[in-house]
């Protein structure tokens, strides 16, 4: 049984220019939720998607948007990258309304 | 905005020894769980607790759960190397949205 999958692992990204991360969440999982992590620091809530919809929203951005696809997988995108976005983002995912968040490995975006 | 406050920050002790980390807040979670992340990886799920004065054990580990659902602690007894991460405490709102608070984090190293 896989669990949740983050693609890519590592990126490196210019300032300005735009990315996609992708998460494919664990079998059995709808709901799908992103966050991001600064050194040193608890993961922070960016959006969350259940039914190819974006449910949830953190503190983050317009630059911030995201995708749920019928098969349960989502994508977050960022656009006109600043430095400050450099951090770990994580996917997590749920089964429905159950809170016990299942997280992939994360993808490590570096922008310089 | 609720937040949860981990202490201390960082914490290194000699193998053997007990100690114990504590999450606070002033808003009540529905309920709250507690993760260990290795460098470079998703944080990963050790428990959850739910009801308030709870107390949950898993091997050497113990955690419990406020009784005003404000707070939780962990205590290791006879840490092991194989302890040495970061633990994160996470709170689930009361109110059922699912968007999980996570804690500051208590980055935890233990010396052979």
């Known amino acids: 049984d896989a669990g949740v999958t983050q693609s890519p692992t590592h990126l490196i990204k210019t300032r300005g220019q735009q990315v996609t991360l992708r998460c494919s969440p664990k079998s059995g999982h709808d709901t799908v939720s992103w966050y991001q992590q600064a050194l040193g620091q608890g993961p922070q809530f960016i959006f969350q998607y259940y039914e190819e919809e974006e449910r949830q929203r953190g503190n983050f951005p317009d630059r911030f948007s995201g995708h749920q696809f019928p098969n349960y997988s989502s994508e977050l995108n960022v656009n006109a990258l600043l430095l400050g976005d450099s951090a770990l983002y994580l996917c997590a995912s749920t089964r429905g309304w159950g809170t016990e968040a299942f997280f992939g490995q994360g993808t490590r975006l570096t922008v310089v | 905005t609720q937040l949860l406050e981990q202490s201390p920050q960082f914490l290194s002790i000699q193998e053997g020894e007990n100690l114990t980390v504590y999450c606070n807040s002033s808003s009540v979670f529905s309920s709250l769980q507690w993760y260990r992340q290795e460098p470079g990886e998703g944080p990963v799920l050790l428990v959850t607790v739910v009801t308030g004065g709870e107390v949950k054990k898993l091997k050497r580990l113990t955690f419990q759960f406020g009784d005003a659902r404000k707070d939780s602690s962990l205590h290791i007894t006879a840490a092991q190397t194989g302890d040495t991460g970061l633990y994160l405490c996470?709170?689930?709102?009361?109110?059922?949205?699912?968007?999980?608070?996570f804690g500051t984090g208590t980055r935890l190293t233990i010396i052979p």
């Open positions: 996470a709170g689930d709102p009361l109110g059922g949205n699912e968007k999980l608070t």
